[in-house]
């Protein structure tokens, strides 16, 4: 089975700060995909930032970019000169070859304080 | 261009009444997944539809939940007998090819039972 982890149910970050949100997931595939979505209090899921695995060069979105570590199974997504807007629930996901739906981390809770 | 739509909005019901839930795909899109996210499970997919191929039902908590997508476009997801446990957000996405192609989601119907 896949499984996606978030360590952090909470965080925060001072505004114009780097933050850094931790995810891991398990899987014995060779291709997927792993994303972050982004869930304002609006609910729509807002896509962040993908990563194809067989991509060694991390992926960058602007002030977002990850640190996709493939043999650690690790993805973490750096938010750099965090703004207001920015305050969300973070959520990392994964889409496996062989499957055909998001597999989704718990989430994270991020919060930009002024 | 419009994107993924879904109606109501909000759906408060009583426990025993069946609901139905509605989602608008993007024009075009060939692929539909239903997910839900609740408090005790976060994000779970329910069920994937993909061109006039049979759906992939694994989600699908119990058989009180079904799912029709009619010409390839409209969903609609029909809770019977609804219980108290199905209270969540229910999230519609759609990807213009399905297998590893981005998911465009909608705002989402939060289903209240009481």
């Known amino acids: 089975a896949q499984t996606v982890t978030q360590s952090q149910p909470e965080m925060s970050v001072q505004e114009a700060e780097t933050v850094t949100l931790s995810c891991t997931y398990d899987t014995s595939e060779n291709n997927y995909y792993l994303f972050w979505y982004k869930q304002p209090p609006s609910r729509q899921m807002i896509l962040v930032i993908r990563?194809?695995?067989?991509?060694?060069q991390n992926a960058t979105e602007n002030r977002f970019s990850v640190n996709f570590q493939k043999a650690a199974k690790s993805f973490s997504l750096k938010i750099s000169d965090s703004q207001l807007g920015d305050t969300a629930m973070y959520f990392c996901a994964s889409l496996f070859n062989a499957g055909n739906m998001l597999t989704f981390g718990g989430g994270t809770r991020l919060m930009v304080k002024p | 261009g419009a994107g993924v739509s879904q109606s109501p909005s909000n759906k408060v019901t009583e426990k025993g009444k069946d609901v139905e839930l509605r989602c608008d795909p993007i024009s075009g899109h060939t692929a539909l997944y239903w997910y839900r996210q609740s408090l005790g499970q976060g994000l779970e997919f329910l069920i994937y539809f993909q061109g006039n191929s049979a759906p992939d039902k694994s989600g699908l908590p119990s058989d009180r939940f079904s799912a029709e997508r009619t010409g390839g476009s409209v969903s609609t997801l029909t809770i019977q007998r609804t219980q108290q446990e199905d209270s969540a957000v229910y999230l519609c996405?759609?990807?213009?090819?399905?297998?590893?192609?981005?998911?465009?989601f909608g705002p989402g119907t939060r289903l209240t039972v009481t």
């Open positions: 996405a759609s990807s213009l090819t399905g297998g590893l192609g981005e998911q465009y």
């Open positions: 990563q194809e695995a067989y991509k060694q």
